[in-house]
């Protein structure tokens, strides 16, 4: 016994990650000698008094027991598992066969045990190949502010826990190694076993942990109980085994883990089990995927445009990144308007137009009066057929009427902005009002969260360049998700989407709103859209395909552009902002290369930048 | 508050100062109030609550407690701020909207985490309360302009008409601040 507690001891203050191997081979070898005596010693130095051979009985009964719980935990109902345990009655809770009992006769008698989920031990090797897939600083943060609520619950028992290493990690090549957290360890990779891990919510405080049956019976039966964190872990790494047997075809093993993914996120609180959720939900889309003839393939795709602006308009709301974008862009832009009298912009997203209040409010202030404003607004095609664009042409119109910006508007239609002309957007009116017609007439191109759409289509985006630097633009602003979500294999693609949504929603999440309002869940609803459709779609369908900063500069430096640095006032401007809002000291502003990023704790999530064409390439601009 | 007794000196009448006489005054002192001190005193009487109401005492209030800073110095006008300001609802409004929950919430944020000296750099950028009022403004314009669109686009009034939102755009300020 002692010399089980140091070596308990050692995995105490062990914080490597691998370094519980070693130990667990000789645990096992004591737990296999220890079998003799009837109560299990092992459990014993807990403070339970399991028989060795009732092991297997209870393996049986706690599994039963978590499948109740789970089911209803995955039905939302965290509390009641809570309620459950802590409204049980338990005599003599060091009887873990009782315990259960009680709890299984609180659930009325639980569902009959399903057939355990395959362990294909495919997924496994796989892995075990990437143990650098572990969650990012992001993450872990998003894995312990999900414990925080749980905490605060206190079970009716509460048990001092010595480390009690899983004996059966040896077996899958000593490489698994979970948190160095001394809590249970759960893993059960042995490939003889036709179970996998199984986990059910518990409190971190209070965990109680059974041998593989294996170790005593012929049973296949283990079951597990961990606390959350691990199966935060486990939960990241199912998803990317998932991700790895979606990638080699393995179908049928992808299914399995979608499913123990679900249970798993059912598990975890808050962002994580959101993201998790949005992920499996993309993940099960890509395997069930219908024939890819007609209809919808993958993702709810833009059934409704008003749906999409809707959600749009939510994210726009609950959190900084779509306003930081607008200031920002709209700062670059005024500084590059200084002077002149004739002002066009052209804006890719027009939506509601909420980015041009602001500039025109600046500009109607700034010293030497309002220039004549012009504005030409691209927008996809509407299904009902209303003009969206028409009205919001005509919302700005009165809005600059009342502060008397001299205001004209231009929208165009164009499903794709690779269908756009040169011609068209210059559009020269020869209409003009009276006196202004020898002005030049300077122009910017802001592009907030579309260039990446038309990489979907080869040929696309270099059109579209192409038509930028044909319109002879003063400023080109554009704002992209800071993610490599279009890289080379589908494995790559989905950990760096895993990281990156899962920063996205604990910035939602720690925003400081009364959890789960509205706006909330309306923007994680959005956020989910792109995660399914980087999840599951592919080809011409794939339209997220986010590229980070730095591939956005080889592109435009190659296609003809320079890099115009944006100043310090769009910096602070930015950093005013993000004082405002609730939550704001875990979004950080940060300049990189002369373009700004905002971010979540270390992480940038979006990014903004302002080019201009090349001076080498470039016509004298002031003539037309 | 009360209004202030003089006396002159050695003469048995006394000169009965009421400051409700002077409103001009009234409206200089009240211009040096904060947003909230400045709503208590409109509660006063209804004279005071006339005062209180004139813009040009919330735009005091507004420009002492926002300002443009220096990288802006050669920035707008008074004049030409104010006419903007008034079309987009006047100073009163920008205080309720912007402004005032704008500094309650650097106060708070600010105050427990940010050392004092620092907490200056955090003042309230004039532009950005005003950027961010014109997006309100804007937003408010949607509700009900579809009543004003010609008879052109009757399709679209009609889809405008239905789709009446709330202008929320500013909400992110009044939300309660986490102090966790």
Known sequence: MKLQRERQGNLHGGRGWYGAAPEMESEKKKAAMAEDSDVDELLAALGYKVRSSNMADIAQKLEQAEMAMGSSAVANDDALFFQLAADTVHYNPSDISTWVDNILSELNGPPPVSSPPLNAPAPLEQQKRHPEALPSDA?????????????????????????????????????????????????????????????????????????????????????????????????????????????????????????????LAASQGGAMRKVAAYFAEALARRIYRPPPLGGAVGCPSFDSVAFDDMLHAHFYESCPYLKFAHFTANQVILEAFAGFRRVHVI???????????????????????????????????????SDALQEVGWKLAQFAETIRVDFRYRGFVASSLADLEPSMLLGKNSDDCGGAEN???????????????????????????????????????????????????????????????????????????????????????????????????EGAERRERHEAVEQWRERLTGAGFESVPIGSNAFKQASMLLALFAGGDGYRVEEKDGSLTLGWHTRPLIAASAWRVAAAAADPRSSR | MLPEEEEE?????????????????????????????????????????????????????????????????????????????????????????????????????????????????????????????????????GVGVGVGVGVGVGAAAAAAGGRQQKPASLLFLSKPVDVS
């Open chain 1, 139 to 263: 993450e872990q943060s998003s894995i312990t502010t999900v414990e925080l609520p749980l905490s605060t619950r206190r079970p009716a028992q509460v048990y001092d826990l010595e480390p009690l290493p899983a004996v059966n990690v040896t077996r899958a090549r000593g490489r698994f190694a979970y948190s160095s957290d001394p809590q249970m360890d759960v893993v059960d990779p042995s490939p003889r076993d036709s179970k996998r891990i199984k986990f059910c919510s518990s409190p971190p405080s209070s965990s109680s942990s059974t041998n593989d049956a294996a170790t005593s019976t012929a049973s296949n039966l283990p079951a597990v109980v961990v606390d959350t964190q691990e199966a935060g872990i486990c939960l990241v790494h199912a998803l990317l085994a998932c991700a790895e047997a979606v990638e080699q075809g393995n179908l049928q093993a992808a299914d399995t883990l979608v499913k123990q993914i679900t249970v």
């Open chain 1, 347 to 385: 804006d890719f997203g027009m939506r509601q137009g909420l980015q041009w209040p602001a500039l025109l409010q600046a500009l109607a202030l700034r010293p030497g009066g309002p220039p004549s404003f012009r504005l030409t607004g691209i927008g996809p095609p509407q299904p009902d057929n």
């Open chain 1, 439 to 537: 002005e030049p007439e300077v122009v910017a191109v802001n592009s907030v969260l579309e260039l990446h759409r038309l990489l979907a289509r080869p040929g696309a985006l270099e059109k579209v360049l192409g038509t930028i630097r044909a319109v002879r633009p003063r400023i080109v602003t554009v704002v992209e998700q800071e993610a490599n979500h279009n890289g080379g294999t589908f494995r790559e693609r989905f950990t760096e989407a895993l990281r990156y949504y899962s920063t996205m929603f604990d910035s939602l999440e720690g925003g400081g709103k009364s959890g789960g309002g509205r706006d909330q869940v309306m923007s994680e609803l959005y956020l989910g859209r792109q995660i399914c459709n980087v999840v599951a779609c």
């Open chain 2, 9 to 141: 000196e050695g003469n048995g009448k006394t000169r009965f100062f009421s400051i409700n006489d002077n409103v001009d005054l009234l409206a200089e002192i009240l211009g040096r109030l904060d947003g909230r001190s400045l709503a208590v005193a409109a509660c006063v009487c209804s004279l005071w609550s006339a005062v209180s109401r004139r813009e040009s005492v919330w735009e005091a209030v507004c420009l002492r407690h926002a300002s443009y800073g220096n990288g802006a110095a050669a920035a707008a006008t008074v004049t030409s701020t104010r006419s903007v300001v008034a079309a987009l609802g006047g100073y009163r409004r920008l205080y309720r909207l912007c402004i005032g929950p704008a500094l309650d919430r650097l106060a708070a944020g600010g105050g427990g985490r940010v050392p004092p000296e620092a907490s200056s750099a955090r003042h309230l950028s004039l532009s950005l309360s005003l950027s961010l009022f014109s997006i309100d403004c804007y937003e408010r314009l």
